[in-house]
């Protein structure tokens, strides 16, 4: 059985980092292309980051290019999300997922996690 979960996700103050994490069981990650997600409340769910399969690959949505960076730890075979320089914008469920390319639609991800919820607020 397939798992993915997320954690890290915290109330931090504008202009701070955080890292999410996304652990998977029952796949190897690195096999896969594999992407972050958020989606805030009364959003779409909105494209992040992906990176490909093994290689050194990655992706980012214009919202995020320069302040967040995907990354994997295989030995883990967990991924995770470094974020800088949080804006309340940023505010949302975060969520992995994977998927056999990196498709910035939601609906051709196979796998998903139960979110983790990061708020970005004075």
């Known amino acids: 059985q397939v798992q993915l979960v997320e954690s890290g996700g915290d109330l931090v103050q504008p202009g701070e980092s955080l890292t999410l994490s996304c652990e998977a069981s029952g796949l190897t990650l690195s096999w896969f292309s594999r992407s972050w997600f958020r989606q805030a409340p009364g959003k779409e769910r909105?494209?992040?980051?992906?990176?490909?399969?093994?290689?050194?690959?990655?992706e980012f949505a214009d919202s995020v290019k320069g302040r967040f960076t995907i990354s994997s730890d295989n030995a883990k075979n967990t991924m995770y999300l470094q974020m800088n320089n949080l804006k309340p914008e940023d505010t949302a469920v975060y969520f992995c997922a994977t998927a056999s390319v990196c498709y910035r639609g939601s609906g051709m991800y196979d796998h998903w996690g139960q979110g983790t919820q990061v708020t970005v607020s004075s």
């Open positions: 909105e494209w992040l980051a992906c990176a490909r399969g093994s290689s050194d690959h990655t």
